[in-house]
């Protein structure tokens, strides 16, 4: 079956520009999270979704970062105002519900130039 | 404060021999733990767990030992193969939790 899907695979963007990230989770998969991955570090938690539930959105570095996850399904990370040190991977990740086993999309790579 | 450690950052084995991926906790809230693999271009692959009722958990060429006094959780693979050539990480969270904490990564080589 389709496995976590993320587009763009890879963006290069200008400093102070807006980008947008997507993912699509695994059909039926109610939890979805996003990780960031820098050069050298860990999967740095940013935002987690469960149903129709308020997301956490603890992990979110500042308020550049926003998320969003329309009906349950895709969702959308979006970083305004892009800085150099918001490059990174960013990967998506869907779980059947709440803390099992995630399963992860392939990730953007994100150049902040 | 990096709660969840793995001090080694690469490992080579030859082929057939045992691989052993360490990996260090402080938190002693967390009571499941997670193994990844990650391949070059790709989103980690979900390995293996363990919680902490348990102090072994095999699957296959894998097994996780979980020591919880001394806050250590530890990989085997073994016979090791030039697939498992990755990045492996582990991850941590407290019971019924979804933050997961994870390890800086081991990149394993396995040499043919």
């Known amino acids: 079956g389709a496995g976590v899907s993320q587009s763009p695979s890879n963006k290069v963007t200008e400093k102070g520009k807006d980008v947008e990230l997507r993912c699509d989770p695994i059909s039926g998969h109610t939890a979805l999270y996003w990780y960031r991955q820098s050069l050298g570090q860990g999967l740095e938690f940013l935002i987690y979704f469960q149903g129709n539930s308020a997301p956490d959105k603890s992990g979110l570095p500042s308020d550049r970062f926003s998320a969003e996850r329309t009906g349950g399904s895709v969702s959308t990370l979006t970083i305004q105002r892009t800085q150099q040190e918001d490059s990174a991977v960013y990967l998506c990740?869907?779980?059947?519900?709440?803390?099992?086993?995630?399963?992860f999309g392939p990730g953007t790579r994100l150049t902040v130039t | 404060d990096q709660q969840v450690k793995q001090n080694s950052p690469s490992l080579s084995v030859q082929e057939g021999r045992i691989s052993i991926l360490n990996c260090d906790y402080t938190n002693s809230m967390f009571d499941y733990f997670l193994w990844y693999k990650k391949y070059p271009a790709e989103g980690p692959t979900f390995l293996i767990s363990i919680s902490s009722i348990k102090d072994k958990n095999e699957d296959g060429r894998f097994t996780v030992f979980l020591n919880k006094s001394a806050k250590h959780l530890s990989l085997h693979i073994v016979p090791s193969q030039p697939g498992d050539s990755a990045v492996y990480f582990c991850a941590a969270a407290p019971s019924g939790t979804y933050k997961y904490i994870f390890g800086t990564g081991t990149r394993l080589k396995v040499l043919a």
């Open positions: 990740a869907s779980s059947l519900s709440g803390p099992t086993e995630q399963y």
